[in-house]
Each structure stands twice: as structure tokens, then as C-alpha cells.
């Protein structure tokens, strides 16, 4: 592989070489420049890679779960009822797939928990991550990232131009409509989170519940949103009759 990478560029990643999916597809060269590359080159991995389904006699998939497509699904996996899994994907070793989960067009390492009902879509997820009910489209999980219930990696902007990507000071077109966001290792993100599109968060980040990140976010940070709370005398009374006559009125 090519070790002569920019790490200012791949920032928060770190050499690629150490990465699951490189070990796994005997990977000698690359053209990674920019960090959000490795999305795209992962993918085209998967599709070049991932012809056939290759299921371990000792994964355990529910009969309500489906299997779609070219998937590789390792020993010990488990995958929950009503999940679905459609190929190209790589599912590593130990992982769980929660109930009604579905993993479209992904590499998810060894030892992951995708809980209840978890999107991940185009994406990279790393050993030992923890989802809890959330969106991941387009993005890229480095090790032991924890990201909590509700919360979202948007990987589409509003008026569908190309997502930016930020190196230094500096912003750049990268020439993608979808693009999601990159986390390094070990950063815990707090429920109802929303990461914008073409976002970077460093490593051993803690970003907490609520929080809108529109950029980037240096390792090692904690980062919370400050809430003033108003108290006043409520002045508002329940109307129960209205509640019942817009369900007499759904009722037909």
C-alpha cells in the first residue's frame, strides 16, 4: 500500500493498513487522498469483492429476517427478527442486528451492536461499535464509536448541491451529493444528535445528547448544548373534547 498519505488529509483515520476491510481483501494499492475517499473505496470493495453468499454455519438469523444479495455473514453473528441484510455486505464476526434493523450496502466489523431498528446504508462501521436506534448513511465509524438513540448522520443537503468538506481552513467540493460523516475512535455521541453532511469528529470526542454539529470537531473534545429552562405559571387547559371529536372525525 501506499504509505506516503497526507495524515493531515485522512484525518481522524489513521493508516488505512490497519483497517479491517484492507486485511480482508488483500489490499496492495489505493488512490486515498482525502479522508472522505475512503467511503467510496470501500463500497467499491464491497462490489468487487462480495460475488456470492457466504453464510457461517455458526451464525444465528432469525426465519422472519431476510438475507438479500451477494452477503458475507461471519461465525457467531446474530441477526434479530424482521432485520434485513442486502448485499454487498460484510458482516464480521459477533455482531448483532437488532430487531428490525437494516444494514443496505455495508462492511460492519467484528464485535458491533446494531440495536432496534438502526439504518446503516453505504457505510463503514469498525470493531466494537455500539448503534442505538439511529441513521447511518454514507459515513465512516472508526473502532469502538458509540453513537446514541435518535440520532442521525445526514449524508444530503437541503438543496442538493455537493457536500463540502473542510481541510484546515479551507472547504472543498467534493463532488458528492451523498456524502455522511467520518468518526474516529472511541467518540461517544449522546441521543438525538444530528451531524451535518460532509462532517469530520476526532477521536475520544464526546458530543452530548441534542447537539447540531455543522463542523468539524478536533480530538479529544466534549461538546454539549447549554439549555435555559423558563418557569411560569401555565395558563393552558387541556381541552379534551377537541383530542375526540378529531377521532370521531378519523373514524369516518
Request: net charge positive; aromatic share 8%.
Amino acid at each position: 500500500m501506499n504509505k506516503k498519505i497526507n495524515e493531515n488529509l485522512i484525518w481522524p483515520l489513521d493508516n488505512l493498513e490497519t483497517y479491517p476491510f484492507s486485511k480482508i481483501f488483500k489490499i496492495r494499492d489505493h488512490q486515498i487522498r482525502f479522508a472522505w475517499q475512503i467511503i467510496d473505496f470501500v463500497f467499491l470493495l464491497l462490489h468487487k469483492n462480495i460475488n456470492k453468499k457466504s453464510i457461517s454455519s455458526k451464525a444465528e438469523i432469525s426465519p422472519s429476517a431476510i438475507i438479500k444479495g451477494n452477503v458475507v455473514i461471519k461465525a457467531g453473528v446474530k441477526i434479530m427478527e424482521h432485520a434485513k441484510v442486502i448485499g454487498p455486505s460484510f458482516i464480521g464476526k459477533n455482531v448483532i442486528i437488532g430487531n428490525g434493523s437494516l444494514i443496505r450496502e455495508s462492511f460492519i466489523s467484528d464485535n458491533c451492536v446494531i440495536g432496534y431498528l438502526i439504518d446503516v446504508a453505504r457505510s463503514y462501521v469498525g470493531n466494537s461499535c455500539w448503534l442505538t436506534k439511529t441513521h447511518v448513511a454514507d459515513s465512516f465509524l472508526d473502532d469502538e464509536v458509540n453513537i446514541g438513540g435518535g440520532t442521525v448522520l445526514a449524508s444530503l443537503r437541503l438543496d442538493n448541491k455537493c457536500v463540502n468538506f473542510q481541510i484546515k481552513k479551507r472547504k472543498i467540493s467534493t463532488n458528492k451529493i451523498k456524502l455522511g460523516a467520518i468518526i474516529g475512535k472511541k467518540t461517544q455521541i449522546g441521543a438525538n444528535v444530528t451531524v451535518l453532511p460532509g462532517v469530520k469528529i476526532g477521536k475520544n470526542c464526546i458530543i452530548g445528547a441534542g447537539v447540531v454539529v455543522p463542523n468539524d470537531i478536533k480530538d479529544n473534545l466534549y461538546c454539549k448544548v447549554k439549555h435555559e429552562l423558563i418557569f411560569r405559571k401555565n395558563e393552558i387547559i387541556y381541552n379534551g373534547n377537541i383530542r375526540h371529536a378529531l377521532r370521531k372525525k378519523l373514524n369516518g
